[in-house]
């Protein structure tokens, strides 16, 4: 690539990731481009679909986030593992509003420019939750894309300004009804 052309796709990333920040996932293509300094089509010969730049935003992310995955397996138990690694994963959704919409929407279709990274997030969450179920830690019932689809329904919620503030709570009770036997299972302990 040249290095004007290369200057103009990290400014792009720059801007991007600032008018995401503030707008979420609806952030206009165009108002991307002109804050960037740069005309419309510039933008588009760089990233072709809304769906190409979130895969370039979003894939140091969900890649840290499968990298991590595979860092908690070997280095904690499995219910803590599973529990550190969903607690991340809500965090990053936080990060980009509107994103959980367009990850559930990318992880089984292989058109998709997201797709690879988050089918790669979804097989990750899926082997700490084998591992925590095989350690009897987790509940028995359900598999990978149970997994996923609560955190992106936690992730829409905490989205919401009146669900924000709750994020933690909801984040306990959610993982809560995931995980079986835990010491710091406030809600078993409310209810002996």
């Known amino acids: ?20 920040t503030e707008h979420g996932a609806d952030a206009s ?38 990298q991590k995955a595979d860092e908690l ?3 904690t138990s499995a219910d803590e593992a599973l529990l550190s690694w969903f607690r991340e994963l809500v965090a990053f959704t936080q990060s980009y509003r509107g994103v ?11 058109d998709s420019a997201l797709y690879a990274s988050c089918a790669a997030v979804h097989s990750a ?14 509940r028995a019932d359900m598999n990978g894309d149970d997994l996923f689809a ?12 009146s669900f924000a503030p709750r994020a933690d709570h909801l984040v306990h009770l ?4 995931i995980l079986t036997n835990r010491l710091g299972n406030d809600v078993k302990k409310a209810t002996r």
């Not at 002109?34 to 979003?58: C, D, K, Q, S, Y």
């Not at 959980?100 to 292989?110: E, G």
């Not at 959610?174 to 009804?177: E, G, K, L, M």
């Open 29 to 66: 293509m165009r108002d991307i481009a002109r804050r960037a300094g740069v005309g419309l089509a510039t933008l588009l010969r760089h990233f072709p679909t809304r769906e190409a730049l979130f895969e370039a935003l979003l894939c140091t992310n969900l890649d840290a986030l499968t």
């Open 1 to 20: 690539m040249r290095a004007d052309a290369e200057k103009n796709r990290s400014q792009i990333l720059n801007v991007a990731r600032d008018v995401v």
């Open 100 to 110: 959980v919409a367009m990850m559930a929407a990318a992880h089984t279709n292989p």
């Open 150 to 161: 609560l955190i992106t329904a936690l992730g829409w919620a905490v989205d919401q300004p």
């Open 73 to 75: 397996e070997t280095s």
């Open 174 to 177: 959610i993982t809560s009804a």
């Open 125 to 138: 969450g899926a082997r700490l939750l084998l591992r925590a179920q095989g350690e009897g830690t987790a």
